[in-house]
C-alpha cells in the first residue's frame, strides 16, 4: 500500500475541517494565530510496514529502532509540510500552525487494539472500518489528554480503510464540525 495517498488525503480531510472552522469564526481568528497540538499515533500495521522494509541482516531490536526512525521522519515530515502549506494561507489572514507535542508509534498488536480488534480481510487484504475504529481512538485520546494535552489526535494505520466488507474504500475519516467542541463531546 502506498502511504502518501491515505496521508494526503488525511491531511486533506483535517485542513478543510480547520479552514471552515476558522472562516467560520472570521472575525475572531483571521487576526489571530491558531495552533492546534497535534498527538499522532501511528498503528501497529503502520509501524509493521517500515519494519518490513529494514534489512534483515540486523538483529530485531535494530531492525525496530530503525523502522521506528523511519516511520518518525515520515510523519514529522508530512505535519512540517502541513505546516507550509498552512503558511501560504497567511496571505488571506488565515494563520494556522500545527505543534506535533508527541507522536506514538505501536510496535506491537495489543498496543494498537483500535485496528487490530476491528481489522477484518477481504480476499488477501486487512481493512478497517473507521465506524468501528472511532469509538475505540476517542477513549484512547481521552486517556492520553491526562497526560499529553492535545487538540487533535490523529491515527495513522497501515491497513486500507473500507465502509465494511462489502463497501467502499477510502483515504481518510474525521468527525465533522468537531475539531473546536468540548472533549467529551461525541465527536471529539
Known sequence: ????????????????LLV??????????ASSPLEIE????????AFNKFYKLTPTTLSHSKR????????????TTMIHSTNLVYKGLEDHNIFISIKLVDFRIMTTEA???????TKFQVDSTYYVDSDDVHPLFK????????????????LFTGYELRHGPHGSNYA?????????????????
Open 111 to 117: 498496543d494498537s487494539p483500535w485496528t487490530e480488534t
Open 38 to 45: 497535534l498527538l499522532t499515533i501511528a498503528d501497529y500495521a
Open 139 to 154: 477513549a484512547t485520546s481521552l486517556e492520553y489528554q491526562k497526560t499529553v494535552p492535545h487538540d487533535h489526535a490523529m
Open 20 to 29: 471552515q472552522d476558522v472562516q467560520a469564526d472570521v472575525g475572531v481568528r
Open 64 to 75: 525496530v529502532e530503525m523502522a521506528k526512525q523511519n516511520l518518525t521522519t515520515w510523519y
Open 172 to 188: 481518510g475519516n474525521a468527525y465533522i464540525a468537531a475539531e473546536c467542541k468540548s472533549k467529551e463531546s461525541d465527536h471529539c
Open 1 to 16: 500500500m502506498n502511504l502518501i495517498p491515505l496521508a494526503i488525503g488525511i491531511i486533506a480531510i483535517f485542513v478543510q
